[in-house]
C-alpha cells in the first residue's frame, strides 16, 4: 500500500516548467500532464487517454485543447472530450479525470485528493520566497527514495557535520555540534518547529550574513515543518545576544512530492539576501545541486534499499536527541494517513 497522503497541496512544478508545451511528470504515482491555456491558466489532468491509454502528453495541442495521438480523441481543459472522429457529437461519458491547480510562490501546486476539499487557502504560505529584499532561485532534484526519507534528512541536519563534512558542512573544528549548540523541537498543532542555535560564532560566516566581517555573531536556523514534505527553513545571524527582531540572510523552502513510493520530486526554492542579480542563480543552484546529487541523494537510496519498502518505525531505529523533529514529523504523518484510511473513525468506533 503507498504511503502517500492524498488531500493535500503538492508541489507538481514550478511556474516557469509549464507553458505552451505538454509537460508530463509523475506524482503520486499518476502521470500527469500540465500546461498552461492560452490566457496563461495552468491545467492539470491524468496523462492517460481513457481508450487505449496513450500518453496525452505525446499528443498535440490545438488551442486549449489536446489531442491524443494515438487515435485522435480530442479533449478539453476541463477533461471532458471535445471532438471524437468516431461520433457525430463527443459523447459526454468520455472524459480525462482533471485535478485543481494553484499557482502560487513561484510554483503550481496539484490537489490529488478528494476535489471537494481542494481550497486554495490552504496553500502552504511561502511568501519569504518574494520578501522585498530577497531573490529567490529554483533548484528542482529527486531521489531515489520514498518521500518520508527527505523530511528525515532535512529535520535532522547534525548530518552536515558528517555527511556534508567535506562540502557545506566542514566548517567547524571539530565534527559535530558545536559547544554551546541549543536545539529544541516541539510539535504545533500539525506544524514541527524546531531551531538549531549556536551562539557566539567566531568564524567568518560562509556566505554574507548581513552583518560586518569579523565580529563574532550568533547563528541560528528555525524551520517549521508541516504535512506531508512542506519545510520552511529560515537562517539568521545577529550580534551576539541580539537576536530579537533579527530578518533571515538566506530563506529556503524543503518540499517534497512522491513521485512513486520509492522515489521523489523534491523542490528547493532558495532566497538569498546577497549575490542578488538573477546572472548569479546558476552558480548558486548548480552548487546547491552538486552537494544533493553527490551526498543525500545517493545516502537516501541506499536507505530506501536497506529498508526495502518496509516502515521505518517498525524497523526499531536506533533513535538520537536530534531525531526529535522528525520522529514527531512521523507521528503526524502516520496519524493524517490513519484518518485518510478511516481508521480513526474504526479505532473510536473500537473504544
Ligand atoms: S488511445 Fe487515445 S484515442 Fe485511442
Ligand atoms: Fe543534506
Not at 472522429?85 to 490537489?111: C, K, L, Q
Not at 538569498?272 to 537510496?301: C, H, L, N, Y
Request: aromatic share 10%; proline share 7%; glycine share 6%.
Amino acid at each position: 500500500m503507498s504511503n502517500f497522503i492524498r488531500n493535500a497541496w503538492y508541489v507538481a512544478c514550478y511556474a516557469e516548467d509549464i507553458g505552451e508545451a505538454l509537460f508530463a511528470r509523475r506524482l503520486l504515482d499518476e502521470p500527469v500532464l500540465l500546461y498552461r491555456k492560452e490566457d496563461g491558466t495552468p491545467v492539470a489532468m491524468l496523462d492517460r487517454c481513457p481508450h487505449r491509454f496513450a500518453y496525452l502528453s505525446k499528443g498535440r495541442r490545438i488551442g486549449d485543447e489536446v489531442e491524443c495521438i494515438y487515435h485522435g480523441l480530442r479533449f478539453g481543459a476541463d477533461g471532458g472530450c471535445t471532438r471524437s472522429p468516431y461520433h457525430e457529437s463527443p459523447p459526454a461519458n468520455i472524459a480525462v479525470a482533471t485535478f485543481p491547480v494553484v499557482e502560487r510562490w513561484g510554483m503550481i501546486w496539484i490537489w490529488m485528493g478528494d476535489a471537494a476539499l481542494a481550497d486554495p487557502d490552504l496553500v502552504p504560505d511561502h511568501s519569504h520566497l518574494e520578501a522585498e529584499d530577497m531573490h529567490t532561485a529554483h533548484i528542482h532534484y529527486t531521489f531515489q527514495g520514498n518521500w518520508q526519507l527527505g523530511n528525515d534528512n532535512l529535520l535532522d541536519l547534525t548530518h552536515l557535520f558528517w555527511l556534508h563534512a567535506n562540502s557545506i558542512g566542514g566548517y567547524k573544528d571539530e565534527a559535530g555540534p558545536a559547544p554551546g549548540e541549543v536545539y529544541t523541537a516541539k510539535q504545533v498543532g500539525d506544524e514541527v518547529h524546531s531551531t538549531t542555535l549556536t551562539p557566539n560564532v567566531t568564524k567568518p560566516s560562509a556566505v554574507p550574513n548581513r552583518l560586518p566581517e569579523g565580529e563574532p555573531y550568533d547563528q541560528w536556523n528555525d524551520t517549521i515543518w508541516r504535512a506531508p514534505a512542506d519545510i520552511r527553513f529560515f537562517i539568521h545571524a545577529s550580534p551576539v545576544g541580539q537576536r530579537e527582531g533579527s530578518i533571515p540572510y538566506m530563506t529556503q523552502s524543503h518540499i517534497m512530492t512522491p513521485e512513486t513510493a520509492t522515489s521523489t520530486h523534491y523542490y528547493s526554492p532558495v532566497a538569498r539576501s546577497w549575490d542578488k542579480d538573477p546572472a548569479k542563480d546558476e552558480g548558486w543552484t548548480s552548487f546547491f545541486k552538486a552537494i544533493f546529487d553527490a551526498e543525500d541523494g545517493p545516502m537516501m537510496a541506499d536507505v530506501e534499499e536497506q529498508m526495502a519498502g518496509r516502515d521505518l518505525m517498525e524497523m526499531r531505529p536506533v533513535v538520537l536527541p536530534r531525531d526529535r523533529a522528525a520522529i514527531l514529523a512521523r507521528r503526524t504523518v502516520a496519524r493524517i494517513l490513519a484518518a485518510e484510511r478511516g481508521e480513526t473513525e474504526i479505532a473510536e468506533a473500537a473504544e
